[in-house]
């Protein structure tokens, strides 16, 4: 989601050792290592499981042969996620045997797929605990220091955290996500989250805009409003009556500064209303850019994914967004292969994909899940070899796509929020546009801050990159 290159994006690769904080003694008696995969909805979880380990006195710690407890939060898009997920506990069992005393847990959507599977076939596991318990963690860790397994896999129809307050686990200080729904009630064949998360469910308007107003407060300039499918956000204030759909969220949030900038993700393409187009057009700090999956561009193939949209529809809301936002950066998520595709189906895709003109894609090939609709339905008779040459196809297509689109860029004047450093030289920042580009800028002597706003020339750009000057 933050990448502007476009390339195959492999979510066990997005793991990452979180906790740069506090790990003090005096504080905290116990510490919890953990490891985050997915999406930045599990991301975004660990952040509230910090939370929740922090009050029962267990502070996050990075160095792994420091914690007490390892926790992996789990990730079951893809086979291979859970094959990562696999392997990364075969090596935190070589920490337990000579650490006794270390308990490991797995948390998240292989925790809730797998449930008491997982004690069984990884034997040295102590806690297996599904998204919508983390609640329950002080009890079942409680439980497992006595030695016996502790599990928690119950899916809840009205868990949304929303008095937790997360704790910024690898916060850059400017970006935070905020989680405004929980689960999903789509059923697109191919995928594991609906199983894995539950019934859609929509937190607390207000707790979410005052989550926005201490985020600001506390110096963060950008937020992300995060959801499986948030235009279809629906809460009602029962003291008020008052309807709070996804547009007026949005209103909320961008209102609570002008100088705080408002992002989201993910949106089905069916439910992506013009109200929504026109907030985000009407308010200068709702980023202008949009995340819309097509997942293929074969009407026959939509169908039997079940996304509920054919292609025509789909192109006519690409146009919409132009209509109604002229600048809006519009990227995609793109599968190869899926059951019965022909080559036909496949270069409708590509077809789809130039016509929309992503500025990104993220792109994988299809991978079986079990207990999916697809899985139960159709037989995954696309040989590997034929859905990687296809996915080859498609990433050469976006590569070409995101380079023209920088091109385009070239010459404009954008308003960028700087997140800090260059990567790859100190002497640079990193900033980012409305419509989700970085660009790169040299720090000069002009006293910017990590978190300012600034105003770039595109001067030159890379297929990934666009490198900017300063505008007086
Ligand atoms: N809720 C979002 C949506 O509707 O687009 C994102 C869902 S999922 C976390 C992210 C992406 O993973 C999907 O958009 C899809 O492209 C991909 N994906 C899901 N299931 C998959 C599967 N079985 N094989 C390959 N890719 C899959
Ligand atoms: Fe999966 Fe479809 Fe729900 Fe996205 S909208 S999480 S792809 S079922
Ligand atoms: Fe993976 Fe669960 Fe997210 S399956 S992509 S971590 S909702």
């Known amino acids: 989601m933050q990448e502007l290159d476009s390339k195959i994006i492999d979510e066990t690769k997005q793991g990452e050792a979180l906790a740069p904080f506090v790990n003090d003694p005096n504080i905290y008696q116990k510490h919890f290592y953990i490891e985050s995969y997915g999406c930045a909805m599990n991301f975004s979880d660990s952040e509230i499981v910090a939370s929740i380990l922090n009050k029962e006195g267990i502070g996050a710690t990075n160095i792994m042969e ?278 036909e189906d496949h270069q409708d895709t590509i077809t789809a994909m130039e016509y929309s003109k992503y500025d990104l894609s993220y792109m994988y090939f299809y991978s079986e899940r079990p207990g999916t609709l697809a899985e139960k339905r159709y037989e995954d008779d696309i040989p590997l070899e034929v859905k990687k040459r296809r996915l080859q196809e498609i990433v050469d297509v976006q590569y070409r796509l995101s380079k023209e689109s920088n091109e385009r860029d070239l010459g404009k004047t954008y308003e960028v929020l700087i997140e800090g450093n260059s990567k790859k030289n100190e002497n640079d920042w990193m900033s980012r546009t409305s419509h989700n580009k970085v660009i790169i800028f040299p720090k000069g002597n002009h006293g910017f801050q990590k978190g300012d706003y600034a105003t770039l020339k595109v001067i030159s750009c890379n297929k990934a990159t666009l490198i900017g000057e300063l505008v007086n």
């Open 66 to 343: 420091e914690a007490d407890l390892i926790f992996l939060n789990t990730c079951s898009i893809r086979e291979k996620a859970e094959q990562t997920v696999r392997k990364r506990l075969t090596e935190f069992r070589k920490e337990k045997k000579n650490r006794p005393g270390l308990l490991i847990g797995v948390l998240g959507c292989m925790a809730e797929r797998l449930k008491t599977k997982l004690l069984e076939e990884e034997k040295l596991v102590d806690l297996v605990i599904g998204p919508d318990a983390y609640r329950s963690l002080p009890q079942l860790i409680a439980e497992a220091e006595t030695g016996q397994k502790a599990v928690n896999v119950l899916l809840s129809r009205d868990e949304t955290y929303s008095d937790i307050s997360p704790i910024r686990l690898s916060s850059n200080g400017v970006s935070a996500f905020i989680s405004i729904m929980r689960g999903c009630n789509n059923m697109c064949s191919f995928c594991v989250v609906p199983f894995t998360r539950g019934r859609e469910r929509s937190r607390d308007a207000r707790s979410i805009v005052a989550e926005a107003e201490d985020l600001f407060s506390r110096g963060f300039k950008e937020v992300t409003l995060l959801g499986q499918n948030v235009d279809s956000y629906n809460w009602i204030n029962e003291e008020t009556n008052e309807e709070i759909t996804f547009a007026k969220l949005m209103e909320k949030v961008a209102l609570v500064s002008p100088k705080l900038r408002v992002r989201f993700s993910t949106s089905h393409p069916k439910d992506i209303t013009d109200d929504v187009l026109y907030t985000i057009a009407k308010y200068h700090n709702i980023c202008n850019y949009i995340h819309l999956p097509i997942q293929s561009g074969s009407t026959r193939v939509l169908q039997l994914m079940n996304r509920t949209y054919t292609r025509e529809w789909y192109l006519a809301k690409v146009d919409r967004i132009r209509q109604i936002i002229p600048d809006c950066g519009i990227s995609s998520d793109v599968i190869s292969g899926f059951c019965t595709e022909t080559e």
